[in-house]
């Protein structure tokens, strides 16, 4: 009987060191949160070289004010629409516009500037600002979009890689879009949670976002 209960402890003692060999599942993937606050289509994008112009005011209101709305402009009898984006991120009214490098929105205080923008040729553009998010590690999915996506920092330390390569925007700082279907990955590079502004222009016509390979 002491001989089968010894034998029992024995084979107990090895299952518990054979399942402590055994490497714990890894702790779940981090995910980079991006979600739009504003987007429209426009049939014709003004003519280039074109730059996204970031801007801040005081209230939601007073960009909208700012900005105008789009409707039908009698003088030029056709329906005109204005190539900015209003939202409200991270506690500010913010107002994104797609136009020539050194224009300026009346009443905003100018943020930054990205551009040129790469070209793009399409009978329909969307145009679309995100904001990104997320904690350390996280990161998106590899992907490719049908035009360019440009980015601002409002914190924390972005990273994205290319099949250039890997580049790196801390907070307040800018980075450019790639010409359209560019496989990327963005990713939290820093220590702390990332926020991010993100402009795109790309084609309408085609899906927003595909899977891609490097």
């Known amino acids: 009987m002491k001989r089968l209960l010894l034998r029992f402890a024995f084979a107990l003692l090895s299952l518990s060191a054979l399942l402590a060999s055994v490497p714990s599942s890894a702790a779940p993937e981090q995910k980079y949160v991006v979600k739009p606050v504003a987007q429209k289509k426009v049939k014709e994008l003004p003519a280039g070289p074109l730059y996204w112009r970031l801007e801040t005011f005081s209230t939601l209101d007073d960009a909208k004010a700012a900005v105008g709305p789009d409707g039908w402009n009698p003088a030029a009898v056709r329906y005109e629409t204005t190539t900015s984006l209003v939202a409200e991120v991270d506690?500010?009214?913010?107002?994104?516009?797609?136009?020539?490098?050194?224009?300026?929105?009346?009443?905003?205080?100018?943020?930054?500037?990205?551009?040129?923008?790469?070209?793009?040729?399409?009978?329909?553009?969307?145009?679309?600002?995100?904001?990104?998010?997320?904690?350390?590690?996280?990161?998106?999915?590899?992907?490719?979009?049908?035009?360019?996506?440009?980015?601002?920092?409002?914190?924390?330390?972005?990273?994205?890689?290319?099949?250039?390569?890997?580049?790196?925007?801390?907070?307040?700082?800018?980075?450019?879009?790639?010409?359209?279907?560019?496989?990327?990955?963005?990713?939290?590079?820093?220590?702390?949670?990332?926020?991010?502004?993100?402009?795109?222009?790309?084609?309408a016509g085609k899906p927003f976002s595909v899977p891609a390979k490097y």
């Open 91 to 203: 506690g500010k009214a913010w107002v994104a516009t797609l136009g020539p490098k050194g224009a300026s929105t009346p009443g905003a205080t100018k943020v930054a500037e990205i551009g040129p923008v790469p070209d793009i040729a399409a009978s329909e553009y969307l145009l679309r600002l995100n904001y990104g998010s997320g904690p350390a590690g996280s990161k998106t999915p590899v992907h490719s979009h049908p035009g360019s996506e440009s980015f601002y920092v409002i914190s924390g330390r972005l990273g994205q890689r290319t099949p250039e390569g890997v580049h790196y925007v801390d907070a307040g700082r800018t980075m450019n879009g790639h010409a359209a279907n560019t496989t990327m990955q963005v990713f939290n590079a820093g220590d702390t949670d990332l926020k991010a502004l993100i402009m795109f222009v790309v084609d």
